[in-house]
């Protein structure tokens, strides 16, 4: 097997190599998700009631969706301004993400540490902690009805400003203008990473042979590194959109959790998560025919 592997062409290597690292994915899913997501594909063409035995689901075909599309506006209303959040939210996660990304491919004292610290929101939100903070995030935007929901506030701050003087208008700005830095921040952890493995794979010589030609630092940027980071900014753009879309304080997924939950109406909650999940496979696939024309690939 060894040496059928050795003299197997690179390029058929590289398929090998990349089904493997998905592969534990795919395990994953079949094992833990394609169940559960078959189910409630079932459950958005039924009416499901409790019964003492359990749920117990009547057909109705298309009812659910077609109230949700017709008859729903609170649906259509926070399903429209999630998508037009991602206008003016993704491009500036992914400016964020970058500027931070490059400060930290410097050397420089302290940089293992600034690094660790940027990923560290990633590394919390796959633990316990997340889980906490996610249920009371949910049940501040169930109790208070509001559009979204930020993971930290800068509420503790109305004191100081108070005292000098700022009027209440000027103090809810800078508590939002806060609320968002914190966001923002706490969701660039993956991109950051991506791009600093980006920009350690843009080769040196394409540097050196433009300082030879006179190229500066400002130049080089714009025309060798962010050219050589579309690949890494494609796969940053569709990961945040994603991640948008299913943040737990997205309106549409607070939405949907209060509809199955509170009102035990799972069937419509069903049909709800699949309408929003078909509009951002849609979503995506024009932003990427749109986005991958202008990727820059480095020949080998």
Same mark, same amino acid.
């Not at 590289?14 to 493997?20: A, M, N, S, T």
């Not at 000027?170 to 914190?182: K, P, T």
């Not at 939950?261 to 909650?269: A, D, E, I, K, P």
């Given at each position: 097997?060894?040496?059928?592997?050795? %003299?197997?062409?690179?390029?058929?290597?590289?398929?090998?190599?990349?089904?493997?690292?998905?592969?534990?994915?795919?395990?994953?899913?079949?094992?833990?998700? %394609?169940?559960?997501?078959?189910?409630?594909?079932?459950?958005?063409?039924?009416?499901?009631?409790?019964?003492?035995?359990?749920?117990?689901?009547?057909?109705?075909?298309?009812?659910?969706?077609?109230?949700?599309?017709?008859?729903?506006?609170?649906?259509?209303?926070?399903? %429209?301004?999630?998508?037009? =959040?991602? #206008?003016?939210?993704?491009?500036?996660?992914?400016?964020?993400?970058?500027?931070?990304?490059?400060?930290?491919?410097?050397?420089?004292?302290?940089?293992?540490?600034?690094?660790?610290?940027?990923?560290?929101?990633?590394?919390?939100?796959?633990?316990?902690?997340?889980?906490?903070?996610?249920?009371?995030?949910?049940?501040?935007?169930?109790?208070?009805?509001?559009?979204?929901?930020?993971?930290?506030?800068?509420?503790?701050?109305?004191?100081?400003?108070?005292?000098?003087?700022?009027?209440?208008?000027?103090?809810?700005?800078? =508590? =939002?203008?806060?609320?968002?830095?914190?966001?923002?921040? &706490?969701?660039?952890?993956?991109?950051?990473?991506?791009?600093?493995?980006?920009?350690?794979?843009?080769?040196?010589?394409?540097?050196?042979?433009?300082?030879?030609?006179?190229?500066?630092? &400002?130049?080089?940027?714009?025309?060798?590194?962010?050219?050589?980071?579309?690949?890494?900014?494609?796969? =940053?753009?569709?990961?945040?959109?994603?991640?948008?879309?299913?943040?737990?304080?997205?309106?549409?997924?607070?939405?949907?959790?209060?509809? %199955?939950?509170?009102?035990?109406?799972?069937?419509?909650?069903?049909?709800?998560? &699949?309408?929003?999940?078909?509009?951002?496979?849609? #979503?995506?696939?024009?932003?990427?025919?749109?986005?991958?024309?202008?990727?820059?690939?480095?020949?080998?």
């Amino acid at each position: 097997m060894i040496r059928s592997l050795k %003299a197997m062409p690179y390029t058929r290597k590289k398929q090998l190599y990349g089904f493997l690292f998905v592969l534990p994915w795919i395990i994953g899913f079949i094992v833990f998700f %394609a169940d559960p997501l078959l189910t409630s594909f079932k459950f958005s063409f039924q009416n499901l009631e409790m019964t003492p035995v359990g749920l117990r689901g009547t057909f109705i075909g298309l009812d659910n969706f077609r109230y949700a599309i017709f008859k729903d506006p609170e649906f259509i209303r926070k399903a %429209a301004d999630s998508f037009i =959040n991602i #206008f003016y939210g993704v491009p500036l996660i992914l400016v964020y993400s970058l500027f931070v990304s490059v400060l930290l491919k410097n050397k420089f004292r302290g940089r293992g540490l600034m690094r660790a610290i940027s990923f560290l929101p990633v590394i919390i939100a796959s633990g316990v902690l997340m889980e906490i903070l996610k249920e009371d995030v949910f049940s501040q935007g169930m109790r208070g009805n509001v559009q979204s929901v930020y993971l930290f506030g800068g509420g503790g701050i109305n004191g100081i400003l108070t005292e000098l003087g700022l009027g209440p208008k000027l103090i809810d700005i800078m =508590n =939002n203008v806060i609320s968002r830095i914190f966001d923002l921040t &706490w969701r660039s952890g993956v991109q950051v990473l991506l791009f600093l493995a980006g920009l350690h794979a843009v080769p040196g010589h394409l540097y050196e042979a433009s300082s030879i030609e006179g190229a500066r630092s &400002w130049e080089q940027f714009w025309k060798i590194t962010l050219p050589m980071l579309t690949p890494m900014m494609l796969l =940053n753009v569709v990961y945040t959109i994603i991640d948008t879309f299913t943040d737990y304080g997205n309106a549409v997924v607070l939405m949907i959790y209060n509809t %199955a939950f509170s009102q035990v109406r799972f069937g419509y909650s069903s049909a709800l998560a &699949w309408l929003y999940c078909l509009g951002i496979a849609i #979503f995506l696939g024009v932003v990427y025919t749109l986005l991958k024309k202008r990727i820059v690939y480095l020949e080998d």
